[in-house]
């Protein structure tokens, strides 16, 4: 059993611990220190109820259902696109790139913005309902403890994300340094909108 809970931990970890568009703006929030909490618990929740419903069975009925996928694919392209247009702007306007208390998003724009990333990604679907659902599903008996292992490690690493960031806020009190993050989420975003177009 506790073999079980430690495969579904690494085999999320493996999956989650990357740059990616939600990990990027979780970076970037936990560095304003804007509405950490609530994002991180909507990160991991939000990938606690995907492994939940792979493990459950929702991973077979989405393979069989490829236009599902494509929806989600080109949905997600255009929303990271976007993103990564603002980033770049953000980038080349260093006036905004001053932590300000007065340019604090709304909550219910960052949790919107929180749950495009979440659910616009195909690759979410691959990775947490497909992915971890079938390797889950090996384990039989255990596939409960293993998605209780891959959950537990999704609320790890998005708290350690979110609050580790303000550790770079000193980093972070000169313009530039946004300027940099802001470039680095924007090539990021159209990448990986770049690669969802192409794929």
Known sequence: MPADLIAGFLSSAV???AIGAQNSYVLRQGVRRE????LVLVCASADALLIVAGVA??????QAQPGFLDLARYGGAAFLLLYGLASARRALAPEQLI???GTRLPLGVALATCLGFTFLNPHVYLDTV???GSLASQRQEGKWIFAAGAAGASFVWF???GYGARFLAPLFAKPFSWRVLDSLISITM??????????
């Open 159 to 161: 708290f350690a994300l």
């Open 99 to 101: 932590l300000d208390a």
């Open 35 to 38: 509405h950490i909490l609530p």
């Open 15 to 17: 999956l989650i611990v």
């Open 130 to 132: 497909i992915l971890l």
């Open 57 to 62: 069975g929702l991973g077979a009925a989405i």
């Open 190 to 199: 159209f990448g990986l909108g770049g690669m969802l177009i192409l794929d």
